[in-house]
Structures are given as C-alpha cells and as structure tokens.
C-alpha cells in the first residue's frame, strides 16, 4: 500500500457479458519495477490490463499513483501517466517513424521537451534513429515494438503496461527489446508491467512473476525464487493442486 507502489489493483473482476473471466485479482506494482503477468492463452492478461487502461469495464478498485482509476475514461488514465501498448503493435504504416513517435503527443503543449523526448527516445531505440523517416510500415516486427513503446514513451509515463511485446519475435530481438525496457526502468525510472505467454522469456528480466491462470493470480513471486522449484511449472499448468485437463481445484 501507500506511495511505494505506483499501482495496486485490488479484487478486480472482470466479465464479458455473462462470462465472469478474471475472478478477483490482486497485485501491486512497487514504483521503479518491471513485473511480467505470466499465463496461458484465455487466462485474462490481456483483460488485465485493458481493465487497468480504462478499455474494459472491471469491479473491485485500481490506485494508480495514490488515485482510484477504475471507471475513469481510458484518454483520463493515459494523461495521468499510465502508458498502454496493446497487443498487436499498431503502428501506423504509411507514416514515417517521426511521425509515428510525434502523434500521441497532439495534448502536450511544452514543444522544447518535447524535442528533448524524442531525442531521449531515439537513444533508447537506435535502430529508429536509423529508420526515422521510413514507414512505419515498412520496419521489422521487431522494430515496430520498439516503434510502439517509443510512442508510448513519448507520453512521459510513469507506468507503461505492455501486452505481449516479444510475440511473434526471435529470441535475440526479444532479449534486446527487454534490454531496453530494463534499462528505461533503471535510469529513467518508469515502472513496467508486461504480460507473457511464456515465463521463460521475462525470467531474466523481471523483479516478480505473477502467474495467472483461469482468471486467478495462482502464484507470485522473483524469478530466482520461482525458477527453484516446481511452484512455477505447477501454477502454469495447473499441476499438483489443480487438475491438469480441467483446471479445476482438487479438494
Ligand atoms: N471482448 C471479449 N468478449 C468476450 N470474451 C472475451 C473478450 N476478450 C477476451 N475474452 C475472453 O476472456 C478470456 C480471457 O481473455 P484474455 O484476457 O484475452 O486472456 P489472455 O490475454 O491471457 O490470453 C478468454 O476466455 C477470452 O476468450
Ligand atoms: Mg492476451
């Protein structure tokens, strides 16, 4: 609780319709620190965190930076400096670079920082600086996430969620993407929430794994302590306490 942690989400539940899918989550993010929601497909990560974005309706309560957002309307979460890099990397194709990193900041009047953001983003990300006036379009997969969470760095957030940013992408761009991020965390200071599929690829990089399944946080811990035991590969999977086909709880 209180000001060390930029987010605490509390019981959030979330339903479709009539299908309850996330059922009463609860999780803190310390200020300065890169957590990864871990999961199968269809656990609710991505709900997670449109939830926490504003994009999907949730119950229960979400403090980000010491104020309840949960309701609030997703452009309200974003200029308090909650960052949301969907999944899906929407980059805007025909645009160039430039472009694509100048577009979320239309809100932002201080022009002279601004230009001082985009330089700061460009060192982060070299391989844009390289490609500054090309399409957007026309970069790698690899590039256009760095392409989306520069955008979103644009922005100045003091949380980023991103979902799913090593999809689709080689071992090696993912571990630079995650290079990245753990250097942003570091030195400028911004908290980062990432969901994974895969626990394996965030394990060197996160300060804590919270895995989720069937909509409900099954295990949280650091990776080091994580990676020791079975406790990871149970959680998943849904071995041990849980029946592996169904995922039902044994009694
Ligand atoms: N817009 C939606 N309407 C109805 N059901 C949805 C919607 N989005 C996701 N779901 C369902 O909610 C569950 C959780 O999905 P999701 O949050 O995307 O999980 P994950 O990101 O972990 O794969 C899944 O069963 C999925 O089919
Ligand atoms: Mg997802």
Known sequence: MGQDHILSVTDLRIQYG???VLHGVSFDVPAGALLAIVGPNGAGKSSTLSAIAGGVAGAGDV???GRSILGLKPEAIARSGLSFVPEG???F??????????IGTFMRGDRQRLEQDLQLVLTYFPKLKERIRQAGGKLSGGEQQMLVIGRALMTRPKLMLIDEPSLGLAPRIVEE????LQRLRSQE??????????SRRVMSFADEIIVLRDGRVQLKGQ????????ALHDAYFGTGTFDRDSGEAIP
């Open 223 to 230: 990776p080091s302590d994580l990676a020791k035991s079975h």
């Open 189 to 198: 200071g911004v908290s980062i929430l990432v969901n994974e599929q895969s």
């Open 89 to 91: 990397r929407h980059v």
């Open 63 to 65: 403090r980000f930076d």
């Open 18 to 20: 009539r299908v309850q």
């Open 177 to 180: 993407v995650y290079a990245i």
């Open 93 to 102: 194709g025909s645009l160039s670079v430039e472009e694509n990193l100048r």
